[in-house]
């Protein structure tokens, strides 16, 4: 990884240490979704907004998600491989947050976003947006009108964030707004969401079929890379 780690630096944390039960017996973040491997649609989106990455995942995943971010592609610039780091859970299996908590542990810059393997259309510049509210506070979380915090596509400043996540654990308590009371972190309300971006950006896949019909959209053009 290279350590561009000065104070405006960026890193990205793609959270994938999941089992994917709902999706059968493949690993949905090496899943094709259109000829490319679902994470990798994260990776490409998001790399333009970020200098360092940082994969969350199970040891026995590594070398798949490795192989589905190397680059083959010499009009990739700059390479995802060389900026990329692995943080692996200590004990596999605790749930999202403590994969946040592993992840942001890794993290050498300020600000990190967190996003899951399984939200392919992220859009860039919402990321861009979200970095931007973070700064000078703890994070920047967007939140839906159904109050649902969309903790897995967030900027967080990465050592605060993990210390909590850590905390939490100790506490036996998974839930991911648990860590977010001790944080003093901007909401982005789902009217801020729709004007800049659009939902799509969350959305996430767990099953097939869900991964179906977006391989549809792509193709039809409507969507996506
Ligand atoms: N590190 C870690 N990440 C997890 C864990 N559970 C889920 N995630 C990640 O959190 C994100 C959202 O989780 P889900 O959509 O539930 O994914 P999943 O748990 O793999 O799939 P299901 O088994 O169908 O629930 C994905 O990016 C997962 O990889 C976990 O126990 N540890
Ligand atoms: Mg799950």
């Known amino acids: 990884m290279s350590l561009e780690n000065g104070s405006n630096a960026r890193s990205a ?10 999706f059968g017996e493949t690993d949905k973040a090496v899943a094709d979704l259109a000829g490319t491997p679902m994470i990798r649609h994260v990776v490409d989106r998001i790399a333009p907004t ?4 940082v994969v969350n995942c199970r040891e026995d995943q590594v070398p798949a998600i490795r ?3 190397a680059d083959d592609d010499p009009s990739f610039e700059p390479a995802p491989e060389s900026r990329l780091s692995f943080a692996v859970d200590p004990v596999p299996d605790r749930g999202p947050m403590a994969g946040i908590a592993t992840g942001l542990g890794e993290v050498m810059t300020e600000y990190a976003v967190v996003v899951a393997c399984d939200m392919p259309f992220v859009d860039p510049e919402f990321v861009e947006l979200l970095f931007e509210r973070a700064d000078g506070h703890d994070g920047a979380v967007p939140q839906l009108d159904d109050q649902w915090f969309q903790t897995t596509q967030a900027v967080y400043r990465a050592e605060p964030m993990a210390n909590a ?3 939490a654990l100790e506490r036996d ?4 707004v648990e860590p ?3 944080l003093e972190y901007v909401v982005v309300p789902e009217a801020e969401v729709r004007e ?5 950006t969350f959305e996430n896949f767990n099953t097939r079929a869900e991964l179906e019909a977006a391989i549809d959209r792509l193709e039809d053009g409507s969507s996506g890379t």
């Not at 944390?13 to 709902?22: C, K």
């Not at 308590?173 to 991911?176: D, L, M, Q, S, T």
Request: overall charge negative.
């Open 165 to 167: 996540c850590e905390r």
């Open 180 to 182: 977010l009371s001790e």
């Open 50 to 53: 970020i200098d360092d990455l």
């Open 173 to 176: 308590e998974r839930r991911i």
């Open 13 to 22: 944390v793609v959270l994938a240490g999941g089992h994917s039960t709902r």
């Open 196 to 200: 800049r971006s659009s939902l799509e």
């Open 67 to 69: 192989e589905a971010l």
